[in-house]
C-alpha cells in the first residue's frame, strides 16, 4: 500500500539556518504530496502542497519540490525563525477512489534564538 | 468560516465509561475524517466519511469504537466502554473535493484521558 517516510526528529537549529526534512513515498500511480505543519496545541495545518511530478510548492518561505524520480518530497527553508517551531508532516494522497491522506510519522522542529 | 469545530476540547472520564467527541465540518464539504494522534503510533485514521456515508473504518481499532454520521453537520465518534490506552488526542479533518480542491482542514482536537 501507500506509504510515506520521513526523517526522524528532533531537528535542532539555530534561528536562521537552513532546514531540510526528508520525505520520501511509496505509492502507485501519480499521488498529490503534502507538508502539513503543528504547533503546539493545535490541528495540522496545510503547508503546501504539489499535484504533479516537477511540481514546486512554496508558502511562508517553505518550499518543496515533487520528485517523481527519486520518489521525494524534502522540505526546505533558508532561514528558519523560532516561530517555526512545530511537527511537520509529510503526507500523501492517492488520485484514484476516495482520496484519503497518508501520513508521516512527523517530525519536530526545534528552533532556538 | 470558524472552521472545523470538536468538543469538547479536554475529556478526562474513568475507565467504562462511555466517551462521545463531537464534531461540526466546514459547511459545504462533503468528506470528513476522524484522527487519533498518540505519542507511540502518530497519527492514524481511524474512519472517514463521503457525503455522509462511511468509506473506510478499516483503521478503528476494535468494536468499542463507532462513528457516525446523521447529516452534512455532525459527527460524533463514541467510545464504549473506554480504557486507559484509548487516551489519545483525536482530531476531526473535513474536505471539500469539489472543484479539484484536495486539502483536509483539521479542527483543534479533543485531549481524551481514560483514568
Known amino acids: 500500500g501507500d506509504s510515506v517516510t520521513q526523517m526522524e526528529g528532533p531537528v535542532t537549529l539555530s534561528e536562521e539556518a537552513f532546514l531540510t526534512i526528508n520525505c520520501t513515498y511509496t505509492a502507485t500511480g501519480y499521488p498529490s504530496l503534502f507538508w502539513y505543519v503543528q504547533y503546539p496545541g493545535e490541528g495540522l495545518q496545510l503547508l503546501l502542497k504539489?499535484?504533479?511530478?516537477?511540481d514546486k510548492g512554496s508558502n511562508k518561505g517553505f518550499e518543496a519540490t515533487y520528485r517523481k524520480e527519486t520518489t521525494s518530497f524534502h522540505l526546505e527553508k533558508g532561514s528558519v525563525q523560532v516561530s517555526d517551531s512545530a511537527v511537520y508532516f509529510c503526507?500523501?494522497?492517492?488520485?484514484?477512489?476516495?482520496?484519503?491522506?497518508?501520513f508521516g510519522t512527523g517530525t519536530r522542529l526545534l528552533v532556538s534564538p | 468560516d470558524a472552521g472545523v469545530i470538536q468538543s469538547p476540547r479536554h475529556e478526562v472520564t474513568e475507565m467504562g465509561q462511555e466517551v462521545t467527541l463531537r464534531c461540526k465540518p466546514i459547511s459545504g464539504h462533503n468528506s470528513l475524517f476522524w484522527y487519533r494522534q498518540t505519542m507511540m503510533r502518530g497519527l492514524e485514521l481511524l474512519i472517514y466519511f463521503n457525503n455522509n456515508v462511511p468509506i473506510d473504518d478499516s483503521g478503528m481499532p476494535e468494536d468499542r469504537f463507532s462513528a457516525k454520521m446523521p447529516n452534512a453537520s455532525f459527527s460524533t465518534l463514541k467510545i464504549q466502554p473506554s480504557e486507559p490506552r484509548d487516551s489519545a488526542v483525536y482530531f476531526c479533518a473535513s474536505r471539500d473535493t469539489s472543484g479539484g480542491r484536495d486539502e483536509q482542514f483539521f479542527g483543534p482536537g479533543t485531549r481524551l484521558t481514560v483514568l
Open positions: 503526507a500523501l494522497s492517492g488520485n484514484t477512489g476516495f482520496q484519503k491522506l497518508v
Open positions: 504539489a499535484t504533479k511530478a516537477d
